[in-house]
């Protein structure tokens, strides 16, 4: 079982920045690829970023790209989004999230078994 909790959100004007930190219970986290999504009022849960177990293979979603920026430090159990030229569409709560193996389609929500509380962005205009 895998325990995850995420920290940094909160109120930031536009092109501020944030970084967000979820941290992880589990002596095998380095095992684990991890996602971030976010999920804002009236939408779907969305695709933010990925990164794998080597720590080198990443994805973004378009609408993050060049602007968000995922790692990952096994040593503290922890992974990061960095986010620059927040926006007001940013606007969300912001959840990471684990594979217990690697599997399918990483950009789908359905394929991580472990999930954060979430932490809330609110960036104004």
């Known amino acids: 079982q895998v325990q995850l909790v995420e920290s940094g959100g909160g109120l930031v004007q536009a092109g501020g920045s944030l970084r967000l930190s979820c941290a992880a219970s589990?002596?095998?986290?380095?095992?684990?690829?991890m996602g971030w999504f976010r999920q804002a009022p009236g939408k779907e849960r969305e695709f933010v970023a990925y990164?794998?177990?080597?720590?080198?293979?990443?994805y973004y979603a378009n609408s993050v790209k060049g602007r968000f920026t995922i790692s990952r430090d096994d040593a503290k159990n922890t992974v990061y989004l960095q986010m620059n030229s927040l926006k007001p569409e940013d606007t969300a709560v912001y959840s990471c999230?684990?594979?217990?193996?690697?599997?399918?389609?990483?950009?789908?929500?359905?394929?991580?078994?472990?999930w954060g509380q979430g932490t809330q962005v609110t960036v104004s205009s």
């Open positions: 999230a684990a594979q217990s193996y690697v599997r399918g389609t990483v950009t789908s929500d359905r394929v991580y078994d472990y």
């Open positions: 589990g002596r095998t986290f380095s095992s684990y690829p």
């Open positions: 990164i794998g177990r080597d720590g080198h293979t990443i």
